[in-house]
């Protein structure tokens, strides 16, 4: 038996004829998985597999779409060379014939309407050398206001509430390796099971030592079930749940007092405001029982450290920077942060949400954090950039909003940058109309999305495994992601079509590099002295040290672990506490004889974003082929709706057509939809398009539905 086993092993290694082993790092969620791609040609095909590959973040975990990353890469759909919208169809077209039309297009547009008629959409998947240079582009060689992302969708609740109140916004506070030894953690609006799955063994340790998990959600989900106690809050009452924390806190006389004098500011205007509150009506409202909001704020609050984490369940509603700073006046109030094992995280979403939004995409912003608005940071950056800071131009609006300045006429072209704002914002059947009215849109992409096909040129885009750069995790740790795998076709990296558009606008000195290195020891000197400082980081230190979590302000720096051990980033020294009102100013959704129902999204194991790159994974489709409508039974009775059957789903807005799926892990005034595909099952359509006055983020979390059979 032993002898025709090794026969059959030495068979099949003799049909191995050549194998290539490929280091990067997975496209998708932010714990930005390290691992391998072995390629192996057997007789006449190839054989692919994956494996996790040891680093500080995820210590060699993968999960089912790191796993299955390569086959949207490899897919036959890809697009691999430009192409030319011509009657209403696409053709090919060369390198010089697209980059002409775009010259043309581009100057023609900003001479009959002005240097602000065009206008730049990034993303946050891509690199932090290509998000910097999309900003460096956007002011220096169109010398427009207009440039905004995709992780304005995402991230900008979360780190506007972070800046107002600390300072700076960096994802995590403190590195993952200090969950597992905290005492109490919340998980507010976070489904981390799902989403980020390599992450849970963090807490699933953190529990085996004894933590007090608490979770804050409307739906019981695979994250919930770690929960030692779970909140099923109403949909869009985060914050006034968290005001009922803060009361039984202060009333049980569980403060740190001596850590809010020393740390912090406004605490007394809270104290009021909070003390005013019934807890009868918090409970009311927020759907959570008393004796819950008790149990969770005094387990908070009595242990000696504790950790809190939140993400778009809380942040993605249009009072969502204020719901997270009033979680974040529960850190301070117990003194919570900035000591070991006591943080905050925000848990980031997109592959690069945290270094994609540092330097330079966000409207107002320009890199190291810096503010747009600010002469010396103006000065500074129009210093390294080699041009007159008077040429920088002022902020510009938020990527929603940029939708709305295309429908009124004021801009009339665009330069789209992976990412599909047909599926991906509020509103989305406007999206589609707005877009459609712009002289140029210009889409840079791996595949015909939704937004591509509206196009006038698409531009084909290098995948994770043949585009090489730095990514920053949700850690804040800065991480190189290996890519030597050959571009297909005619396809070129995000940084060489910005550079070669930018050559034949006549601002080549300005874009004159030749490998993203170049790029990243440029973006290091405009970083320097920011509050994303990643001056100290070196490629060369990076692949030796596994990534350096920022900042690090110089090259002999190690890197910063935890921050706010000292002092707060704000020129005090201290944390800015506010009082939160129950009630936002931006009037949320309610249900109605019309809607009855609370509509709620989020997202699944298997899929990513929009959609557009899992579900050309075979693996990855079969798993959530379509999407659905989570509803409990008692409500589906109420309205006739059988498990398994086709539903409409109506707001104000739109309808999407989508298939029932009873749980009894779901609040009955509240349904759960994912929003990964797109076209009839959209469910972007139905949300409205009303946004946080802060951030700009629009209220995905909370709308109001009807659902009916079809």
């Not at 690199?127 to 304005?152: H, Q």
């Not at 405001?273 to 704020?297: C, N, R, W």
Request: a neutral charge; aromatic letters at 8%; glycine letters at 6%.
């Amino acid at each position: 038996m032993t002898e025709l086993l090794l026969k059959y092993f030495r068979t099949k290694q003799q049909e191995v004829q050549s194998e290539k082993v490929y280091d990067t790092q997975c496209p998708f969620c932010s714990m930005q998985c390290k691992m391998q791609l072995i390629e192996q040609s057997i007789v006449s095909r190839k054989k692919y597999t994956t494996i996790g590959k040891d680093n500080p973040t995820s210590e060699g975990r993968l999960c089912i779409k790191g796993m299955n990353a390569h086959q949207h890469s490899f897919h036959q759909d890809r697009v691999k060379y430009p192409l030319l919208k011509v009657n209403g169809e696409f053709v090919r077209i060369s390198w010089e014939e697209a980059l002409e039309h775009i010259k043309n297009q581009f100057t023609e547009i900003q001479a009959a309407d002005g240097l602000d008629a065009l206008s730049v959409y990034g993303s946050a998947s891509i690199t932090n050398e290509e998000a910097y240079l999309l900003g460096k582009f956007a002011r220096v060689a169109l010398k427009t206001r207009f440039i905004d992302y995709n992780g304005r969708l995402c991230m900008s609740a979360a780190a506007t509430a972070a800046n107002q109140t600390f300072g700076m916004d960096r994802g995590l506070t403190n590195a993952l390796t200090e969950v597992p030894f905290t005492r109490v953690i919340i998980l507010a609006g976070t489904n981390i099971a799902e989403c980020q799955p390599t992450i849970m063994p963090y807490f699933e340790k953190a529990k085996e030592n004894g933590a007090y998990i608490i979770v804050i959600d409307p739906r019981e989900t695979a994250t919930a079930k770690i929960a030692d106690l779970h909140l099923k809050v109403k949909p869009g009452m985060d914050a006034a749940l968290a005001n009922g924390l803060l009361k039984v806190i202060i009333e049980e006389e569980l403060l740190d007092e001596q850590f809010i004098e020393e740390r912090a500011t406004g605490f007394e205007e809270v104290r009021e405001y909070v003390s005013s509150l019934s807890l009868h009506d918090l409970a009311e409202m927020t759907g959570v029982p008393i004796e819950q909001i008790k149990t969770a704020a005094i387990k908070f609050a009595s242990e000696e450290s504790g950790m809190l984490f939140t993400a778009r369940g809380v942040e993605q509603q249009t009072d969502g920077t204020a719901a997270v700073r009033n979680l974040l006046n529960i850190l301070i109030a117990t003194g919570k942060i900035g000591k070991p094992y006591s943080g905050y995280g925000a848990i980031t979403g997109q592959g690069n949400g945290q270094g994609a939004r540092e330097h330079g995409q966000k409207a107002d912003q320009l890199p190291g954090y810096r503010s747009i608005e600010n002469e010396e940071h103006r000065a500074y950056i129009a210093k390294v950039w080699g041009i007159n800071k008077d040429e920088l131009p002022r902020k510009g609006v938020s990527a929603f909003e940029m939708l709305k300045k295309i429908d009124e006429g004021e801009i009339k072209g665009m330069l789209l940058l992976c990412s599909n704002p047909v599926v991906s914002n509020p509103n989305a059947n406007f999206v589609k109309v707005a877009l459609k009215k712009l002289k140029f849109l210009v889409a840079v992409d791996l595949f015909v999305s939704e937004t591509a096909k509206l196009a006038d040129l698409i531009l084909p885009a290098s995948s994770y495994l043949e585009d090489e750069g730095t990514m920053t995790n949700l850690e804040g740790r800065v991480t190189l992601r290996e890519a030597s795998r050959p571009c297909p076709g005619e396809v070129k990296h995000d940084w060489q079509i910005i550079c070669e558009i930018a050559k034949v606008l006549g601002k080549e000195k300005y874009f004159s590099y030749t490998k993203a290195e170049d790029i990243f020891n440029e973006l290091r000197i405009a970083s320097r002295g920011g509050i994303a400082d990643y001056y100290g980081i070196t490629y060369e230190r990076i692949r030796q040290e596994q990534g350096i979590l920022w900042p690090c302000p110089e090259v002999e720096h190690k890197g910063t672990e935890r921050i706010f051990e000292e002092s707060f980033a704000h020129p005090d020294g201290k944390a800015k506490m506010i009082a939160v009102k129950n009630i936002p100013d931006v009037p949320k959704e309610k249900p109605s004889k019309e809607y009855p129902l609370y509509l709620t999204t989020g997202r699944v194991m298997s899929h990513y974003l929009t959609g557009e790159q899992t579900r050309k994974s075979a693996a990855l489709a079969a798993r959530n082929f379509e999407s659905y409508l989570e509803i409990h039974p008692e409500t589906a009775r109420k309205y006739n709706i059988d498990n398994n059957r086709l539903v409409a789903v109506v707001s104000k807005r739109g309808r999407i057509v989508v298939r029932s799926r009873w749980s009894e892990k779901i609040r009955q005034d509240t349904v759960f939809v994912p929003f990964h595909w797109a076209d009839s099952q959209n469910v972007n359509k139905l949300i409205g398009e009303e946004l946080d006055p802060s951030c700009k983020m629009p209220g995905f979390k909370v709308s109001a539905v009807n659902v009916t059979p079809v």
